[in-house]
Every structure is written in structure tokens, then in C-alpha cells.
């Protein structure tokens, strides 16, 4: 057989035709095999081709040959993700609020590549979330590697920190360059969080990663090791609602039996409870005490009542009659 350029290639070529064309339901017969190639300018006989998808059965790639009545056809059954699988994470992409409009179509894209073209249109999926804002910052992929980097190479990260204007800016918030040690990076409530330690207030601090910009990491060693040892990572994103800042509290909850579902969708079913006074439960946990715990509370009405300690249901009563005083100083217009 005269040798041409792209023998070298050519078995490389023949993998991706299977990927590309082949699944389950669908082969490719070695006459189309070879017209495929031929585009590419390369020539293969059929004892050729045979040995090509021999050496890539030997490598691990599942091929299998079907009889047909035009000579038999090949298919390859053995994918890295199951299409189910790359459905899942479809959805999970085209959900996800931190991820940008333009970056979830690319990503999709990809992930359609890792399937036959007749099953990358199976992936072609319209998930409905209600009140789903997805995030602007394009940049965010390369600063979460950016922090991440910063994490393993024990390193101080710089950045702007920004927020919304009224004309719907994202503009710097306070200081126009913050400088912290980076710790974890947190998923909470369908955001990115970074807990970094602020050496200057000596206390560590949460940040949304779609809100920081121009991230740099810098030569400088992190700082707050000692205090970060001492810190229970899961503890810390489940306790803190929504990831606003307050103090952490141990708190007592009183509530009827009816609402231990959404106790436990809050707080995992690691949290401690016990049976009160009426058959009423009660749940000891730890929370961030905050208006966004606040409000949680109070969308649960009547029947959650906070047990202990006296403090935090005092804090709670001044909450809710400041919203009550809020609200009735509004006059119609």
C-alpha cells in the first residue's frame, strides 16, 4: 500500500469517526470508514483498518463489530460518561446562577463532544428555574483557579471587590485593592463564597467570587493558619444563611413536628433534636445570627418559635417590629 501523509494519523482518526458517528444504535461499516478518511486525503485497505481497530480494542476502547448485509459495522459502546450522566450535568450547568449565559453554552458544547452526534441533540435541554439570575462576570472560571492556585501554593491573593451601583454597575465596593489569605472556596445557595483570612481586621471574611475582579496572587504566604485550624468548614457554610455576615450563636428552636423536613433540608440531618413540651421538637444547632436568618424564621410564621437563648429571640422580636414599623410609616399614594 503506498504510504501517505496522514498514516500516521490515521488511526486517530478513525477513534474519533467511531465517537463522532457511533453509538448504541448507530455503527459505521468499514466502506464508510474508508470514504471518511479519503476526505482527509489518507487511504486504508480493509486489513489495515481491521488492525487499526484491533490496537484500539487492545488500548481499552470498547468496539464492537455488527453483521450486516453490507459487510459488518463497528461501533463504539464504551463512553466516559453515560449520556444520562452528561444530562445531569446539563442541567446542572444551564442552572447554575454563577456561571454566565455565554460560558454554560460552551461548556454544554463540550460536553456534547463526548457523545455521537445523535445523542449531543438529546442534550439540547431547556431547564426552567424560577428566578434564575445568572452571573456577568465572564472571568469567574479563571479567578476560581486563581484562588484555587493561591490555596496550594500557600499564597496571599489581591482583588477589587465590587458591587451593584443604581445604574446597575458593577463598581469597586470600599477599597479599591483588598489582600487576604485564601482558605476554602464554599458553594452556598448556588454561589461561589471564598473564606479568606483579613489580617488587618484579623477575622476571617466571606466573599462572592462572580463579584471580585482583577485577582492576583501574590508572593506574600498566607496568614490566619492557626485560626483556620480551629475552623469547621461545614459547620461554617451550613450555619450561615446565605453567607451574610453576623455572630455565631448556639440557638435552640421550638417547632411543631410538621416542619422537621424543612428543619432538616436546613440544616442536615446531622443536627441534634429532641422531643419539648407539647410533643413539640427542638433543635440544637449552630447559626450565624443574621436578618437573613431572620427572615428564614419568620417565613416559617407562628408555629417556630426560637426557645434559646433569651438574646437572639429578643434580637428577633426588635426585627420584627422594626419591619412592622417600616412598613406602616409607608403612606399610600
Not at 470508514?33 to 482527509?40: D, G, P, T
Not at 446597575?168 to 471564598?194: C, Q, T
Request: hydrophobic share 35%.
Amino acid at each position: 500500500m503506498a504510504k501517505t501523509s496522514g498514516q500516521k494519523t490515521k488511526i486517530i482518526h478513525i477513534l474519533n469517526f467511531l465517537r463522532k458517528y457511533t453509538d448504541e444504535n448507530h455503527t459505521l461499516t468499514t466502506t464508510q470508514i474508508q470514504e471518511k478518511l479519503s476526505e482527509l486525503g489518507i487511504t486504508a485497505d480493509r486489513k489495515t483498518l481491521y488492525s487499526d481497530i484491533s490496537c484500539l480494542t487492545e488500548m481499552g476502547y470498547n468496539i464492537v463489530q455488527e453483521p450486516t448485509r453490507t459487510g459488518g459495522g463497528w461501533k463504539l459502546v464504551n463512553r466516559d460518561f453515560e449520556l444520562a450522566e452528561l444530562k445531569l450535568l446539563v442541567d446542572a450547568v444551564q442552572s447554575s446562577r454563577f456561571i454566565t449565559t455565554k460560558k454554560s453554552r460552551e461548556l454544554i458544547k463540550k460536553l456534547g463532544s463526548l457523545v455521537s452526534d445523535y445523542d449531543s441533540s438529546k442534550l439540547n435541554r431547556q431547564v426552567y428555574v424560577a428566578s434564575r439570575i445568572k452571573s456577568e462576570n465572564e472571568s469567574i472560571f479563571y479567578i476560581v483557579d486563581s484562588i484555587h492556585r493561591a490555596i496550594q501554593e500557600n499564597k496571599q491573593i489581591s482583588f477589587t471587590y465590587l458591587s451593584w451601583n443604581i445604574s446597575k454597575e458593577l463598581v469597586p465596593k470600599g477599597k479599591e485593592k483588598r489582600i487576604v489569605s485564601p482558605w476554602a472556596l464554599i458553594w452556598n445557595d448556588e454561589n461561589y463564597y471564598l473564606v479568606a483570612f483579613d489580617a488587618e481586621a484579623e477575622v476571617f471574611k466571606h466573599f462572592r467570587v462572580d463579584k471580585m475582579s482583577k485577582v492576583n496572587v501574590l508572593n506574600d504566604k498566607r496568614l490566619g493558619q492557626k485560626a483556620f485550624s480551629k475552623y469547621d468548614i461545614g459547620s461554617y457554610a451550613d450555619s450561615t444563611f446565605g453567607m451574610m455576615g453576623g455572630k455565631s450563636e448556639n440557638i435552640v428552636l421550638d417547632f411543631p413536628e410538621s416542619l422537621v423536613g424543612v428543619v432538616i433540608d436546613r440544616f442536615g440531618k446531622d443536627v441534634s433534636l429532641s422531643f419539648g413540651e407539647d410533643s413539640r421538637l427542638r433543635l440544637r444547632t449552630k447559626v450565624v445570627v443574621s436578618g437573613q436568618f431572620f427572615g428564614w424564621l419568620s417565613g416559617l410564621g407562628t408555629d417556630c418559635v426560637i426557645h434559646s437563648p433569651a438574646k437572639v429571640r429578643e434580637d428577633y422580636i426588635r426585627w420584627l417590629k422594626e419591619l412592622v414599623k417600616k412598613n406602616e410609616s409607608i403612606k399610600d399614594q
